[in-house]
């Protein structure tokens, strides 16, 4: 009775879990952009545009996003208008916002990192991080995204039966476990074929260099 | 000069159509309903029954049936509007609606933005549900008693201080369901009208809501603050007064079986006693005042003082605990994921690589899970049966905090053993207590970046209703406002709180490699 009812909730697990993809993807794009710019901003020459970096920079990175995540809910408020027109800005965009600051400092700090340091491009850093903010999207349940921990809280709230607890958080448990072991397997092929082109290229001008 | 003169013509048209425009912006509400025959009101249509879509998509319910009444008595046809909480009073000021019949709960700070209709013409309040096996009665009964509070509520303090309750606050009502479900309180106090809903469905059939209501808030009739209304305003009044005396509310209240009934008998019941002169005891006098018995006015807010610190003792006593329970609560985390780290790491040194590998990986597993599920897991559901088992260890008796600790510090410690793991393998050798301690000053970056995330992360017990800075901050926020400042504070407290645990784990780090130097290099 239980699995079958687990099983029925498939497709909803389904769409909500959609939803967290799409937050960390945004809150990736997002953070791997004020990253870039924020390094740019590091490496200028200007000591007060330096100060001004490494500020913005320990900021994102001191401040955990789930208290941000909270400052933005309560700060911005869902709907103003300006001269009469009037915008919306869902919780979605906050969760990114908010889930975006740790991204931008991981990103920053790996930027800073590579310019010193002539290494192969590998996936397995930043798809690990995809995997720590996908997971930390789940927060976001928390100010009223509809992701899937917030779709499990409801079905259990609805259901009204304490003893759905365990099966239904089992099941997002279990989705996690196997959503990041596809990943990571994924990600150490795709790895193994970088490092083998870098290795081949790397050797190739070793080569050239030789016959000079 | 053909130019100059369809100049002039456009700004004389210009000039005549903002006079237009203007004449028509300060004229008087009322007549302007009447002119066009329609009055538009805003009413929800997510707030069941009072106003909600039938499955037609029709607007119906409480409110709408007060607006179809309210055009009646102005002879002209209502033209509905759905508002929502966060959009209607604005909805109002800007005219795309003429009044509001949407929930709104009178305060004093409303009146400062928009114009209240009095007498009101319902009330909710607080109510708490418990289960129907339970032998709460009456408020006093929860006196000492874990009840279940939403974070938003704005009472939640004056409970608290009221009835000496041990509070459990939550973050959302979903969690607070969660919370009673798994009986981790005894009762959950919130909104009477939003119980009510919950009530209704099937699922709980097992809870009751028998608490008399306290705190209540009345609901009024809302117009615009400026002149133009006023005549509206007096017409509503009116309105309102006729529904109190013929018992208009109370009818349409069993229409759509409400709660709290009762409270509009009275009510119908009073504005109908009449004074020995033979006149009405509840009327309007000269200055448009009703008599203290007949109507409340909301109490005004205690004066605000201009001092920069705009909290009492009491609050600000509750901030300083929960500010001091998060960093003792970080710092216990850290310490366990160490003792956790060092105990898994362990294992790294056995020799049989199959045992080696299913314990690592055993270990690794809940590394993908977020920690927020596991949080989820273990508070709601595995160590709520503790009420079943009592040789269960107390340890693991459901304590928010317990489960918290162990969860996070799980996390963290399997992120420092994975990373020490790698770090043994890559160096080939003999498996030993050496080995451990070279990898784990190799891995010094790698694990004190795990801890700092740790700290960042320990904010997350307090979706667990931890005693905890985010809990008490959101609560006073949502009884006080001030909520940039509260939220500042906030942010700077975890930043200074971030950047003290780093500062202090990157100096005792420090610390190890000199005592160990030596050894190394023998």
Redesign the interface.
Known sequence: MTIYYLISLFPVFMQAFSLNIVITLCAMALGIMTGLYITKLHLSRFKLIQLIAKSFLL?FR???????L??LA??IP??F?LA?M?FQIPVIAKAVFALGAPVTGFACGYFLEARTQNKAFQLAPWSQYF?VIL??S??S??I?VKEI??T???T???????QM??PI??L??LW??S???ICSWLIKRFDQVLLQRFNNKAQLNAQEGDKE | MMLRTLINLFLFALLFAISGLSSQLYADTLSQIQDREVIRIGVKVDYPPWGMLSPEGDIVGFEPDLAALVAKELGVKAKLRSVTS??RF?LLE?GEVDMLIATVGDTQQRRERVSMITPHYYRSGVTALTAKSSNIKNWSDLSGEKVCLYGGSYFNKTLIQDYQIEPLIL??T??A??AL???KCVAWAYDNSAIYHLLK????KDYQAELPIIYPILWSLVVNKDLDSLSLKRKLESITVKWQRDATLYKYATKWLLPDRAYLADRTKLWNQKTDRGDYLCRFNADYHLPEACDQYPKDKPVENNYWWPFDQHDTNWLILAFTQTLLFTLAVVILTLVFAYIFTLFSLLSNPYIRKTINSIIN?QR???????L??LY???F?YHYSHPLMLDLLSGGAVTTALIVLSLYTAAGISSLLEDAIASQNKRRQLSTLNTAFLEGKHGIIANLINLV??S??AS?LSVPNA?LVT?SL?ASQGH??FL??L??LF??FE??LF?KTIEYLFRLIPQAKRPQLEN
């Not at chain 1, 001191?62 to 941000?68: D, E, G, I, Q």
């Not at chain 2, 993908?368 to 596991?374: E, K, Q, T, W």
């Open positions: 900021v001191n401040v955990p996003s789930f208290v941000l909270f400052y309560l700060i869902t709907q208008s009469s009037h995997i997971m930390a789940t927060t349940s928390i009223g921990m917030a499990a809280n409801a259990i709230a609805i259901s009204g039966d304490s607890v365990i958080y089992s997002v448990a996690f476990i959503c990041s072991l | 966060g959009n604005q800007e973050f959302n979903r969690d369901q969660l479900l798994t009986k469905s099937d699922s709980w597993v993908s899970v977020p920690p927020i599920v596991l989820y897991l709601f559901g595995l709520s960042k992360a904010a997350m979706a985010i959101t926020v909520t940039l939220m500042t906030l942010m975890y930043f971030v950047m780093s």
